[in-house]
């Protein structure tokens, strides 16, 4: 009996490799891809705080209620206009939406390009921030919305007092700290952020 040496691969072999090198290369670029998408979110929810600091400072500026016309209603009073730079009190952007996110004086956001807001306003209590108060309280809830080129949702919170702690009467003479501004140089640019501390307004 002559006896040869095999050389080579089977076809059952060949077929049992491809199939085990499919299954490794599909479970790699799974992978690969979840990692992308983690990196693009993370990229994303950067670039949504960000955003959200540069419209929340401008809201959260505002007197809690309307200093001429306070009628306890939410929303823009009768007769003012549309344009955000004339709003004069935290719930006139109860409603207000924009695809084309800019700062109340219309400046210009440039990290906000594609992304688009939308915004809703509501009394609430202390003891529950998150349920909606059909009554008016001393406290109001404002969600703010980002989305992003991508689809991607992004919420954030700022609250409005009616008793801020400039509006609470002193008993002696006594500073109090209303605001911060904070100003960052890098190589390419000049960024600069400020915001009034929440709940808080100017008698």
Same mark, same amino acid.
């Given at each position: ?11 059952? &072999?060949? +077929? ?5 090198? /499919? ?25 949504? #705080?960000?955003? /959200?600091? $540069?419209? =929340?400072?401008?809201?959260? #500026? ?11 209603? =939410? ?11 004339? !709003? ?7 409603? !207000? ?9 219309? +400046?210009?956001?440039? $990290?906000?390009?594609? !992304? #688009? ?7 609430? *209590?202390?003891?529950? *921030? ?12 404002? *969600? ?18 009616? &008793? ?12 109090? =700290? ?9 190589? &390419? ?15």
């Amino acid at each position: 009996m002559r006896v040869t040496n095999r050389l080579g691969f089977s076809l059952l &072999e060949t +077929t049992v490799a491809t199939v085990l090198v /499919a299954i490794t290369l599909v479970a790699a670029l799974n992978s690969f891809a979840f990692v992308v998408a983690t990196t693009n979110h993370h990229a994303s929810s950067q670039d949504a #705080s960000r955003i /959200a600091q $540069i419209v =929340l400072a401008d809201i959260s #500026s505002l007197p809690f209620e309307d200093p001429v016309n306070a009628t306890g209603l =939410l929303g823009r009073e009768l007769g003012e206009s549309t344009i955000r730079s004339t !709003w004069d009190d935290f719930d006139d952007y109860a409603g !207000w939406s924009s695809t084309a996110i800019a700062r109340a004086d219309g +400046t210009t956001v440039s $990290i906000a390009n594609g !992304w #688009s807001a939308s915004a809703t306003v509501t009394y609430c *209590t202390s003891s529950n *921030t998150m349920l909606a108060s059909v009554t008016p309280t001393d406290l109001k809830l404002l *969600t703010l919305q980002l989305t992003s080129p991508t689809s991607q949702s992004f919420v954030f919170y700022s609250m409005r007092s009616r &008793e801020g702690a400039l509006l609470v009467p002193q008993e002696a003479s006594s500073q109090v =700290l209303s605001a911060c501004q904070v100003t960052l140089q890098s190589d &390419e640019e000049l960024l600069s952020t400020g915001s009034r501390l929440h709940n808080q307004q100017e008698p």
